[in-house]
């Protein structure tokens, strides 16, 4: 399915709504979809500041996104950032969609990738519910972040090698500031066995997990 999906070297966006979601959620993908040739566009739409450890630089998270994107072979210039306030996205949707609205014209994606629709995070519902609104008519992959989600049912899977698995917690290592924080979902231990539980139900090593919104090939 990977390969089908990839056929004719394919323009993919993801959809971050804060600076690491999209590594924590689809790192391994956007690592295999690279070397498969596709070309991958990262979009976040929030810096967290109001989520630094005391004393960072307002803009600490800017730099380590963009560190993690180089790590997972992003080009830089297909990466797009935005700074709405975290917790608030639903007080700018209309502008939120606008700026959707713009990047659908701009990279004309074949391939959406955005948080699962039970992802209950009030920024990453957002993000979704106007992706659904922006591109009706793109093939839509929801990703997995277990801790914000209570009932997800995957239908895909993307399978990682330990090379894709080790590319995206290097990219995780780059968030030194959400480390300090003690964030148990960055942890090694903790990408691991889920990549671990996700590839057993496919018959891989690893793996990551997807919801299936809408394919169009």
């Known amino acids: 399915m990977m390969d089908a999906l990839l056929d004719g070297n394919r323009r993919v966006l993801i959809l971050s709504p804060h600076t690491d979601d999209a590594e924590l959620g689809c790192g391994g993908s956007i690592a295999r979809l690279i070397a498969h040739g596709a070309e991958v566009w990262v979009a976040t739409f929030s810096l ?30 297909r990466t797009f950032v935005h700074d709405y306030p975290v917790r608030r996205f639903s007080l700018q949707r209309q502008e939120i969609l606008d700026e959707l609205v713009a990047l659908r014209q701009k990279i004309m994606p074949d391939i959406v990738f955005v948080p699962s629709s039970t992802d209950v995070h009030q920024d990453h519902q957002v993000i979704h519910n106007e992706a659904l609104r922006t591109f009706k008519d ?36 780059a968030y030194k500031s959400q480390f300090e924080l003690k964030r148990p979902y960055f942890s090694k231990e903790f990408v691991h066995s889920l990549a671990q539980v996700r590839g057993m139900q496919v018959r891989a090593q690893f793996a990551e997990a997807f919801e299936v919104l809408r394919v169009t090939w």
């Open 138 to 173: 793109n093939t839509l992959w929801g990703y997995e972040l277990p801790w914000n989600s209570w009932k997800f049912t995957p239908q895909a899977f993307v399978v990682l090698t330990p090379e894709l698995l080790d590319r995206k917690c290097a990219a995780l290592n």
């Open 48 to 77: 967290a500041k109001e989520s630094l450890p005391p004393g960072s630089a307002p803009d600490r998270l800017h730099g380590e996104f963009l560190c993690a994107m180089q790590t997972l072979g992003v080009d830089v210039h």
